[in-house]
């Protein structure tokens, strides 16, 4: 199975009508025109567009702000996109834990929160996200919520990697979560990879802000990638580039949940070090796993914890250099459900190959830094999917009504 991003060149009048707002939207969100002004840009006929706002304005999508001056004639209406005509939701569920964040059209959070998940079968999920969605909405100062973003560790639909233990979601099928989702939450779904999702919301506003080709590495549970190549994340055929945490990156090294040996996430990942602890007898399955335990032992110069840092720095230098080889980023950026400091510290551990494309004297960003998006990021980011297909004309999502269409 496969997923099909929705085409952007319409096929049919509806679709025309549905990239023509989003043209129009994307162009008003980046600076207030009149009618004829975002006509002459977008290459449409006055008609058209007078339609189309005459259509955002009812839906409260736009604004107007007053008229322009103008040498003679009636002056032009002024418009404005309105972030707060409509909010999205964005949900990140991982293996052990439900997050959910409401944000405006402008991308700002407008309430955000997160539960442990004691079970990821997906009618009890899907069902807490329905709790969640209700409860967000009945407390939303934003009564119109246009659609929800549903992001997930990958692979999608792969033999071999799908059931990779602990990092993996068994049984969440990419072929009917999307109807299952919308039936659900009553409210389109836009489905991504946690990491993808992640990288977009760095990007949207966070430490890749500007930047237009970055890769980001998302702790999760396991350690994803999200590629963003000049606006543009790269998805690869089957929704599924940027699975890195099983790039082998110790030949003959530990044994990975997918069957190979030296995967990239059994050295980096929050899991991975939640393992080493709990194999050295320092900690219990319980305790090992929260930010406060990781925090203080950081703060301690615990021994086990700085030994797991030098390890997991020493597999993701390596890591690292090879992305940049391939990818040629501006920066590559950390975030996710790893606390801030630890971040840091592992960071300040890098030992970057100086053979790389990125070791330059002329660089203007970091090689490697910290995301700002904090542990959000990827239900940020999926609240981001839902905003980039009602105003961006170029950053489709995965719009999965019909997963098994023809291409
Ligand atoms: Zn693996």
Redesign the pocket.
């Known amino acids: 199975m496969s997923f099909h991003p929705q085409q952007i060149a319409g096929k049919n009048a509806e679709k025309t009508k549905a990239h023509n707002r989003r043209v129009v939207l994307g162009y008003l969100q980046t600076r207030d025109s009149g009618r004829a002004e975002i006509a002459k840009a977008a290459g449409l006929s006055t008609q058209t567009v007078s339609n189309l706002m005459a259509e955002l304005e009812t839906e409260g999508l736009v604004l107007r702000t007053g008229r322009r001056a103008a040498a003679r004639g009636q002056p032009p209406v002024v418009y404005t996109f309105n972030p707060a005509g409509a909010a999205a939701l964005g949900f990140e569920v991982r293996p052990d834990m439900l997050t959910m964040v409401l944000t405006d059209l402008g991308g700002t959070a407008l309430t955000s929160q997160h539960i442990r998940l004691p079970q990821t079968d997906p009618e009890f999920v899907l069902a807490q996200m329905a709790a969640l969605a209700r409860q967000a909405a009945a407390n939303s100062p934003i009564a119109r919520i246009l659609g929800a973003g549903l992001v997930i560790p990958g692979p999608f639909g792969v033999e071999g990697l799908s059931a ?1 233990g602990a990092t993996t979601l068994p049984g969440w099928d990419p072929a009917t979560l999307p109807t299952r989702a919308e039936a659900a939450l009553g409210l389109p779904v836009h489905i991504d990879k946690d990491a993808t999702a992640a990288a977009l919301a760095e990007g949207m506003s966070g430490a890749a802000q500007g930047l237009p080709t970055y890769a980001f590495l998302y702790f999760g549970s396991g350690l994803g990638l999200g590629i963003v190549a000049q606006g543009q994340p790269l998805r690869g055929a089957f929704g599924n580039a940027g699975e890195v ?2 790039v082998i990156i110790h030949p003959n090294g530990r044994a ?3 069957g ?1 040996h030296g ?1 990239l996430e059994q050295y980096v990942s929050r899991l991975s070090v939640q393992r080493h602890l709990i194999a050295k007898g320092h900690l219990t399955p319980d305790t090992s796993g929260t930010d406060a335990t990781l925090l203080r032992l950081l703060a301690d110069q615990n021994p086990y914890l700085t030994e797991w840092l030098e390890t997991a720095a020493e597999a993701l230098s390596r890591a690292i250099g090879m992305l940049e080889n391939l990818f040629d980023p501006q920066s590559t950026v950390l975030g996710g459900a790893l606390p801030d400091a630890l971040i840091d510290a592992l960071i300040a551990r890098l030992n970057l190959p100086s053979g790389s494309v990125a070791s330059r004297a002329d660089r203007t960003t970091p090689r490697v830094q910290r995301g700002t998006s904090g542990r959000f990021t990827a239900a940020l980011g999926a609240a981001a999917l839902v905003i980039h297909n009602t105003v961006t004309p170029r950053l489709d999502a995965h719009r999965m009504e019909t997963p098994h269409a023809p291409d």
Request: include cysteine; aromatic fraction near 0%; charge should be negative.
């Open positions: 990779a945490g099983h990975c949940d997918c190979n995967c």
